[in-house]
C-alpha cells in the first residue's frame, strides 16, 4: 500500500496554497528556501552630507512598501512618504536575492576610514525576528553587495508609489 508522506503531503498543501503546517512544512523545503522565507523586512536606507534628502525604502513580506524621502531640517526640506502594493512573489524574489547574495556572511560595514563624507547606504535585513545591517560608503564592498543594491532598485522601479496624504 503506498502510503502519503510528509514531505508529498506538504508538497501538495503547499501547491494548493493551503499548508497550514508551517513546521512541517518548511522542513521538507530546502535550506535556502527555508532561510528566505524566514526574512520578513528589507530596508534600503540611503543618504549623503550636505545632500538635501535622503531616501529609505522599506519592503515588507505582508505586502507594504513604503518610500521615505527623508526630509533635513537645517536645509529645509520635510519627509515625503509614498506607500504601494509589493506582490508576494516579488517579496519572496527579494528575499532569494539577499540569501543569493550572501547577505548573513557579508562584514557589517564597508568604507574607507579615512572618508568620512559622500554617499552611504545602510540595507537592513530581517530574518526571524533578527535585524542584520550593512553599512556601505561610497561604492566600497564586494560586488555581490553591489549586485543586490541594484536588484532592489530595480524592484522599487517597479513599485507604483502614491504620496500618502498628511
Known sequence: MNRPTLRGLCGLLAWLGLCGLPMACAQSAPADARESASISAITVERQCFGCPTGERLELVRDGRARLTRIGHARLGTVDQVSEGPLQREEFDRLARAVQAAGYFSLSERYDDEGLQDGTWVLLTVVRS???????????????????LLATLDAARARIQFLPLAR
Open 129 to 147: 525576528g533578527v535585524s542584520r545591517q550593512v553599512f556601505r560608503r561610497e561604492n566600497a564592498g564586494p560586488k555581490a553587495l553591489a549586485d
